[in-house]
């Protein structure tokens, strides 16, 4: 075994470690987080809400808490990994390791993925408390999960560089990605809007997300299953990409 597999697989393990001895942290919130989604949009809400579709409210608005839990997770992950190591200086350690800039960049994406992956998957235990929850597509389920998932670690990974602060860090999830999230047919159908609203919407990534992951689950979706598995897959690429070009050149790594 090479060293760099050694030093690529070490700093996978220790970014996955740094998440998970802290569960207080990291799943306990988005469990509490869900267990009220459900409860009130869910139940209290959804008995007042017809099917949409043919789909149950609740288990219509499912995958989008899925998502949601996944993509905040990978993206919280990597961003602040990547700036705290840059705050605490102990990125530098990395910066000098023998790894590629290629492999750091991928170190810090699969690990924040595979946060994003756990707790997708603890959401959709927490609905399965709440209502029947089938898997209709498993490949394209298992798909979607991961290119969104690496998608979001990759835009923490560029988040965590470009942060000039802590502020930065929060502005990015609460004024970013949460509207960009609540906006993508995670609590209605696109069939509910105007044409020129729906047109727009189509602007969103998230609404590719959410209804490739719905697609998975239920088996039905507003948005070609493929045509977003292929849009998010090039998104990704090309935000990896990116990132491997700012560490070649110590963006934000270096004074």
């Known amino acids: 075994m090479s060293a760099l597999s050694v030093g690529f697989r070490t700093l996978v393990r220790r970014e996955i470690l740094r998440f998970v001895r802290r569960p207080k942290n990291t799943f306990v919130p988005p469990l509490i987080t869900n267990v009220l989604y ?79 992956l756990v707790v997708g998957a603890l959401v959709a235990v927490v609905g399965a408390v709440f209502t029947t929850v089938g898997v209709e597509k498993p490949f394209y389920l298992l798909a979607f999960a991961l290119v969104i998932t690496l998608l979001f670690a990759s835009l923490g990974v560029l988040g965590g560089l470009w942060a000039e602060d802590f502020d930065d860090l929060t502005m990015m999830n609460q004024f970013i990605l949460r509207p960009l999230v609540f906006f993508g047919g995670v609590f209605y159908s696109l069939d509910d809007l105007t044409p020129l609203l729906r047109d727009v919407s189509l602007l969103n990534p998230m609404i590719y997300m959410v209804n490739g992951v719905r697609y998975g689950f239920l088996g039905t979706a507003e948005v070609d299953p493929n045509v977003s598995l292929a849009v998010l897959t090039v998104m990704t690429a090309a935000i990896v990409a990116l990132n491997v070009a700012l560490f070649e050149r110590g963006y934000g790594l270096t004074d």
């Open 38 to 116: 459900f409860s009130v949009f869910g139940v209290i809400l959804g008995t007042r809400i017809s099917d949409i579709n043919g789909v149950p409210y609740i288990l219509f608005i499912l995958p989008g808490l899925v998502v949601l839990g996944a993509i905040s997770n990978a993206f919280e992950n990597a961003s602040f990994s990547i700036f705290h190591g840059r705050w605490n200086e102990y990125i530098h350690e990395t910066l000098t390791s023998p790894l590629s800039y290629a492999q750091m960049v991928w170190a810090y994406t699969l690990s924040s993925a595979v946060r994003g």
